[in-house]
């Protein structure tokens, strides 16, 4: 079993900055892919950014590419997304994933099995 622990989020204006982190605990030695997705009100779940672990391949959605980071430090076992350019339609609730199944980290939620309990993210205009 996989842990994780997302925090970082809060409310700010358009055109500012977040960095995310999600803390990974238990046994995390496997895993493969990390992302982050977010879910707005109303709306379905949606991939944000992935990574693999061994690789460091890193995925974006086309609306976040350029505006948002995803890092990680495996010493720390913790995953980042630096959200930088903040616009109100980014105003979501943040959830960190985590897979053990080696393959492309796609942005897809059925490729995590591993979910955080979330961090809201509100962007004012």
């Known amino acids: 079993q996989v842990q994780l622990v997302e925090s970082g989020g809060g409310s700010v204006q358009a055109g500012g900055s977040l960095r995310l982190s999600c803390v990974a605990s238990?046994?995390?030695?496997?895993?493969?892919?990390m992302g982050w997705f977010r879910q707005a009100p109303g709306k379905q779940r949606e991939g944000v950014a992935t990574?693999?672990?061994?690789?460091?391949?890193?995925y974006y959605a086309p609306s976040m590419k350029g505006r948002f980071t995803i890092s990680q430090d495996n010493a720390k076992n913790t995953l980042y997304l630096q959200m930088n350019s903040l616009k109100p339609e980014d105003t979501a609730m943040y959830y960190c994933?985590?897979?053990?199944?080696?393959?492309?980290?796609?942005?897809?939620?059925?490729?995590?099995?591993?979910w955080g309990q979330g961090t809201q993210v509100t962007v004012s205009s």
């Open positions: 990574i693999s672990t061994d690789g460091f391949t890193t």
């Open positions: 994933a985590a897979d053990q199944r080696r393959g492309p980290c796609s942005l897809g939620a059925s490729r995590f099995i591993y």
């Open positions: 238990g046994y995390t030695a496997n895993n493969y892919c």
